[in-house]
């Protein structure tokens, strides 16, 4: 619907086939209206859980028809792969020639990022802290957010106040692009995708085909900003900065990017045939990518060598913070359970006192580390799993492993066969639809579906 | 010491280096002296953290020098890799030429197996759950054994049981082996390295040299037998079979060496060129051989394609039973965290009900579960870290991973570079070094160290 203008202006054929994107925005509307209507009763959590799983997946069936009608995409597992990718701010890739995707249906698949990212704001700031969801209600402690008992009409508020945010980074992102020298088209595009931290690009080449550092460090600056909780962003506006330099997730979050970007600016240094500010911009665009799970590239890490290779894919679990548009497995959730590791140790030499981990002054309770370590074993889990599966589709070993990770993290690129200069067109169907459930594993905190296929939810 | 009439008898001229393997096992002497002496004074953890580690490393130093004097180990690097992956019964092995070595040093590396084995099962069932290490106090529930206030005269009298129970095994397996037509040296060697999960064979082709199938379904069943608990061999020699048929990690681990052996046997009888009863027999060897960490070998299972490989490779992980001379995470800690799991999901549906998890029969407390999912979240980071050394040292990502898991499960063989065909001969130095330290690590339960590195152990 948004594409319309663009579709108009650039000529595009595919005016009339957008008008299926309605229906995928009305879904989001849908979920949206569903917990912020004005009513006094409480959420019910069954239902919760359905309303978000089933609202992600049939706003990936409708969204998925604008390709398959258009008949840029032919495949329906091609289309719903990409849709799904969308969706969820993964930003991975079926497609072998971007540039000859008619602009409207560009534009469409960065829209869905952008909405996806919207829709994970208010879910993970405003609806799974209610649910209970892995340790979430933790990263609302300090937020002007809803309570335990009424949802109504903190939600409505919350989401009001991040959606102004978000709006306003990404107009604010698209003005400096276009100063950068993008075409408008590309500015909204690519702003799109960054504030999603999808990393859909309108460019096969990705970012990498933007030569100027000034348009690489404006993404660098707002993928950062997307990879931050999105509440921290409402202090910054007010000119609040205590709460944000005290955030310990912020500075956790802060510190892993600035150390991976030194080791491995050294790194490809040393490497040669690089100047010192490329070095540095290529390392800190990658890193920050990866990171935030925004997944745009500006150079191939897999060029760099097995150390950094083997970095690479480890920071692929590492995900953004949470309360931001990013995906993975969160820094808070690490930061956490790093600190509950050491606490471990002390807890054996003095097994009869209690000492709790502490996050931003407040000392976490034992059964929300307990929730996150169930977490982290999930996604292991699944990780193993999913990557076992791979392989019986006929992925190598590293290639199978990349995907997943990649995958159930929303970040997009990974290593081998699915390397950041490769796309996903080449898996098996089977494989996608693994994939693409994995996406949607991963985006919706792994707990909110697990929990649909346990006995204990459908019992009385 | 023990090696001596081998070496008569077989005229070797490593008599005299024999010798300081005394000063090996006297190290083992003063460790279990120290543990089981007529004191009534309770044991004073820190001292035992410290005395089981430096016990293991100082058994290794004195362990490796018959290599070295007798020069057919010329390397220390190499000897101590070597004598470490003895006593800590991994079986990786950097000797390109076992046939060359001389019997009384085969026969004293074998050896180190034995005893490494022999003092894991009392560390495991009579110290570690003292020192609250992982759960594992957890483990000798059921076991006539030690209180938590009293070690003597317990210990002693547990230790003396469960060495008996070693002792008989070892001798059956003998006997066994000897009818199966291998020679004395050969059968007491591959008995000791059984019973001990270890896995040094003395032919560079592991049990693939014995083509016997009766020898070699022998090896399978007592490398099961091996990878058992060992309060569980107490009932049986006692014919009271119900404790064993209701032990549920003796369940789960039948249940999943019959899973994996079934899947394997299918997948490669369907490859082609390999009869029913060979197809069983290499699945069920090299499967029991992986999961029970000993690490013999009678077929390449790199062979069998990328899914039997990466199957392999994620077996590294699940490890023996507890209480049995196996290594790894354990099968009791992957029941109780899988059992753990789906209980997490109904405590998500029903946030206020208390829902402890059962183990044979008792409900386990919360602090153990959470003390062995710390446990697996060490693991894995461990295993991050040092696969990322690994590839710093110069090994390609596969072999870095492989090698890592491998030594750190105390298993033996992997995959690529180190798979069960190769050795590890080809690691640079640095590398040996970080592997025998994450054998030790694997071997000690990882806490027994890792709390010595912790700053509460040093505070008073």
Redesign the interface.
């Known amino acids: 619907m948004f594409g319309i203008p663009f579709s108009l202006y650039h000529g595009d054929d595919d005016i009339f086939t957008l008008l299926f994107s309605g229906l995928a925005i009305s879904t989001i509307g849908f979920i949206t209206y569903y917990f912020t209507k004005d009513s006094n009763k409480d959420i019910r959590?069954?239902e919760g859980y359905i309303v978000v799983t089933l609202g992600w997946l049939v706003m990936s069936l409708f969204g998925s028809i604008p390709f398959i009608v258009h008949g840029s995409i032919p495949s329906f597992t091609d289309a719903f792969f990409e849709t799904m990718s969308g969706f969820t701010t993964t930003g991975a890739s079926i497609l072998n020639d971007i540039e000859a995707m008619p602009h409207g249906l560009l534009f469409w698949r960065s829209f869905t990022q952008w909405l996806g990212g919207m829709g994970f704001i208010v879910l993970s700031l405003a609806i799974l802290p209610i649910?209970?969801?892995g340790g979430m209600q933790l990263f609302v402690a300090e937020v002007p957010g809803p309570t335990k008992d009424k949802i109504h009409p903190r939600v409505r508020e919350t989401a009001k106040r991040l959606w102004g945010i978000y709006v306003l980074l990404t107009l604010l992102e698209i003005l400096l692009l276009l100063i950068g020298g993008m075409n408008l088209f590309d500015a909204v595009n690519h702003a799109l995708t960054t504030m999603a931290t999808g990393g859909f690009s309108t460019k096969q080449d990705s970012i990498a085909h933007f030569t100027s550092p000034f348009i690489q460090y404006v993404i660098i600056v707002f993928m950062f900003l997307a990879g931050m909780n999105f509440s921290l962003h409402y202090y910054w506006l007010h000119r609040n900065f205590n709460p944000i330099k005290k955030n310990e997730e912020f500075r956790f979050y802060t510190f892993l990017i600035v150390a991976f970007s030194i080791l491995i600016t050294v790194g490809i240094f040393l490497q040669g045939n690089i100047g010192v500010e490329k070095a540095i911009r290529d390392s800190l665009f990658q890193v920050v990518s990866i990171i935030t799970t925004t997944g745009f590239v500006t150079a191939d890490y897999e060029l760099w060598g097995?150390?950094f290779?083997?970095?690479f894919?480890?920071m692929l679990f590492i995900g953004g913070s949470a309360g931001s548009t990013g995906g993975g497995v969160k820094v808070v959730r690490h930061f956490l359970?790093i600190k509950?590791?050491?606490l471990?140790?002390?807890r054996?030499?003095?097994?009869r006192a209690v000492i709790p981990v502490r996050y931003n002054n407040n000392s976490v309770s034992?059964d929300i580390?307990?929730?996150i370590?169930?977490f982290?074993?999930?996604y292991?889990?699944i990780f193993?799993t999913g990557?076992?599966a791979m392989?019986?589709v006929g992925?190598?070993?590293?290639t199978?492993m990349g995907s997943v990770a990649t995958c159930l993290g929303n970040v997009g690129p990974a290593i081998e066969g699915v390397g950041p200069t490769d796309n996903f067109a080449h898996i098996p169907d089977i494989g996608k639809w693994i994939l693409s459930f994995l996406m949607l594993l991963g985006r919706l905190e792994l707990?909110t579906i697990?929990?649909i296929f346990?006995s204990?939810?459908w019992k009385k």
Do not use: C, Q, Y
């Not at 054996?348 to 097994?351: D, E, K």
């Open positions: 959590k069954r649910l209970g969801i097995v150390f290779h083997t970095i894919f480890l359970l509950n590791s050491a471990e140790l002390r054996l030499v003095h097994p034992k580390i307990f929730n370590m169930a982290l074993l999930f292991l889990a193993v990557t076992i392989t019986l992925l190598d070993f590293l199978a707990f697990l929990i346990s204990a939810f």
